[in-house]
């Protein structure tokens, strides 16, 4: 199974684990009705949506309610760290959390222990407690944004408020270099779909793709737009794609269906989602094509 | 995070405990005192929602210092993008959009840490003005940094507005 763990703001949502289904705009698990705005809602929505178009099982979540003190976040690490050997998930993906690095410290600890590891994704709150726990090796893909690089590239930073000033507007083109610099440090996995107005994906030091078109810069300014992406790279990666064609198929997806839904910096992230089977429709086979015709 | 004197100190721990934040009394290192020796360990991340706590119950520190020297300050540029109708203003991780006519905020993107979601929902629709700000709502650094973009797309929209 596929498993996606992480808060939602709803703050007295408790701990709640079940398979996800969408009910018109919003997400329902175990009886629970989350909105699939930005954050873990969006990613989960992303998710869905792709392993219904291929027909695969729905994600299963792992939510809590926190608006920001880590209440949900504390319920949802103890709760990883204490079962995930007998949750075995083959995909593991974490997202919004309070970033605590002593909590994921000791859920990778238990993920040692896992007769099978699972695909391990990270985004948001939990990419930065990976990052400043120093275990981003612990993990096969970062989805971070142009500032969350700077942050996994600058050493000392523990969070992306604190990078160094010449690191925040780094030009694009700078991509590369900065994620030489995050592996060096040890703020990088293997591998790392970086997004911006051009997207990265590098797998130790190699650029293996670069995508920039469609071109919509919009995409930056709509709250959630990062989170389908990485929702789409659990799902992609779940249905059987490696890691770096799921990741380059993920940043096609989401800017095709961007264009597809004519944004502008008003629109909400479920209209990109709801683009997604179309999208898959008409270029999924041809992308997948392209892969293994090259 | 210094303190004039133990007492401070103590009074601290015991409003952060209280408040369910995990802390712990410690010495600090030789290269940041400042004040009494006891010194409270707490997680930079959380630093907005630990000050609001100690001023709402009138607990006095000197300052908060991270360990890290080369870290120490806050990052406090921002980047901004004109989408004609719309501006994007971009702090560290976070990004808020308004609309240049009407001052409303029609976008938030960015961020990681739990509380921004939440604060997504509360200030989505809502006036630049009349927003709930991040540094009262929100407990976190991703809070702190859309409250820097805040304040700069106020200063945008009332420059625009008196022009």
């Known amino acids: 199974m596929m498993l996606i763990a992480g808060t939602v703001p709803i703050a007295d949502l408790p701990l709640t684990i079940g398979t996800v289904r969408a009910e018109g705009e919003l997400l329902v698990v175990d009886g629970y009705r989350i909105p699939r705005t930005q954050g873990t809602g969006a990613m989960i929505g992303a998710a869905l949506a792709t392993t219904e178009y291929l027909k695969l099982e729905s994600p ?14 504390q319920k949802i690490y103890q709760h990883l760290t204490q079962r995930i050997a007998k949750l075995a998930p083959r995909v593991l993906a974490l997202h919004y959390c309070l970033p605590n690095m002593g909590l994921m410290r000791r859920l990778c600890e238990a993920i040692d222990r896992c007769p099978k590891r699972p695909v391990m994704i990270a985004d948001a709150g939990s990419m930065y407690a ?3 726990g120093r275990l981003a090796r612990e993990f096969d893909i970062f989805t971070p944004d142009a500032s969350e690089l700077a942050f996994l590239s600058d ?5 992306p408020a604190y990078i160094s000033r010449h690191l925040f ?41 670069t995508i920039a078109e469609p071109d919509v810069p919009e995409l930056e300014a709509i709250g ?9 790279v659990a799902a992609l990666a779940y249905a059987g794609l490696e ?23 008003v629109s909400k992230v479920g209209e990109i989602i709801d683009q997604f089977n179309v999208v898959f429709k008409a270029f999924l086979q041809e992308w997948r094509g392209r892969r293994e015709a090259g | ?19 369910r934040y995990t802390v712990r009394l410690v010495a600090p290192p030789p290269e940041l005192r400042r004040g009494c020796d006891l010194a409270l360990e707490i997680d930079v991340v959380e630093q907005p929602g630990i000050e609001r706590a100690l001023k709402e119950n009138d ?11 080369e870290s120490a300050e806050l990052l406090d540029i921002v980047g901004v993008t004109d989408f004609g109708r719309w501006v994007m203003v971009k702090a560290a991780n976070m990004k808020l959009t308004f609309d240049k006519e009407s001052g409303v905020i029609v976008n938030i993107s960015g961020g990681g840490c739990p509380d921004i979601p939440y604060l997504h929902a509360e200030m989505i629709d809502k006036q630049l003005k009349e927003a709930p700000r991040p540094r009262d709502a929100g407990f976190t650094l991703c809070a702190r940094m859309l409250d820097r973009a805040l304040e700069e797309a106020l200063a945008i929209w009332e420059g625009g507005e008196k022009a």
């Open chain 2, 59 to 69: 607990a006095a520190y000197i300052e908060i210092a991270p360990l890290k020297k």
């Open chain 1, 130 to 132: 990976a990052k400043a």
């Open chain 1, 169 to 209: 507007n780094t030009d694009i083109a700078q991509t590369p270099k900065l994620v030489e610099e995050a592996h060096k440090n040890g703020g990088a996995p293997e591998i790392i779909l970086a997004k911006g107005s051009t997207d990265y994906v590098i797998r130790d030091g190699e650029i293996l793709a």
């Open chain 2, 1 to 19: 995070m210094l303190f004039q004197d133990v007492q401070d100190a103590m009074r601290g721990e015991r409003v952060l405990k209280k408040a």
């Open chain 1, 60 to 73: 299963q979540v792992l939510i809590a309610g926190d608006t920001g003190r880590g209440t949900g976040t």
């Open chain 1, 243 to 265: 890691l770096q064609e799921a990741a380059i198929v993920a940043a096609r997806t989401n800017r095709t269906a961007g264009k597809l839904a004519g944004v502008s910096p």
């Open chain 1, 155 to 159: 050493r000392n930073a523990t969070h």
């Open chain 1, 224 to 232: 959630g737009t990062g989170d389908t992406i990485t929702g789409l």
